[in-house]
């Protein structure tokens, strides 16, 4: 379900050739990626939504005792990770790259990285570390 752009300010509508655009290059991000990663999406799938949904609860950050890391934990329940292709086409404009394809793809590998990160509860401090290894 993509959410519409009425709700978000400053939000450009995404175009059908937009998207088949950017579900290309997850496409071609997800081959990409370590086969380890791509694993993970047996627990929780990846979702590739238009915009954060408004009237959604946001993840509530609890802090783990044992471990003293900073975990997100999702009201709903569902297991999944969420991409949104706006936030995406925003990051990978900005980033000024000559090769606009590969700056999309870079742009969406990295936020499937962060996103898989927080799922499996990485603290910023590991997710950084993580990303800077991986060469973002």
């Known amino acids: 379900m993509s959410n519409s752009p009425d709700s978000h300010e400053n939000a450009a509508e995404l175009t059908p050739e937009a998207r088949d655009i950017f ?3 997850v496409e071609a991000a997800l081959a990409e990626l370590p086969p380890a990663i791509v694993q993970l ?3 929780a799938p990846l ?3 238009d915009y954060p949904d408004p009237s ?3 993840p509530m950050i ?3 005792p044992l471990g003293h890391r900073i975990v997100s934990i999702y009201d709903s329940g569902i297991k999944r990770i969420l991409i949104y292709r706006s936030e995406i086409l925003q990051a ?3 980033a000024g ?3 606009a394809a590969r700056a999309l793809r870079r742009q969406i590998q990295e936020a499937i990285y962060r996103e898989v990160g927080r799922y499996h509860g990485l603290s910023d401090y ?3 570390r993580f990303l800077k290894e991986n060469g973002f």
Do not use: R, Y
């Open 62 to 64: 609890i802090l783990d």
């Open 56 to 58: 959604s609860t946001p």
């Open 97 to 99: 790259e000559a090769d």
């Open 23 to 25: 579900d290309e290059q």
């Open 126 to 128: 590991h997710l950084h």
């Open 41 to 43: 999406f047996e627990t």
């Open 47 to 49: 979702i590739v939504e």
């Open 92 to 94: 990978a404009m900005a």
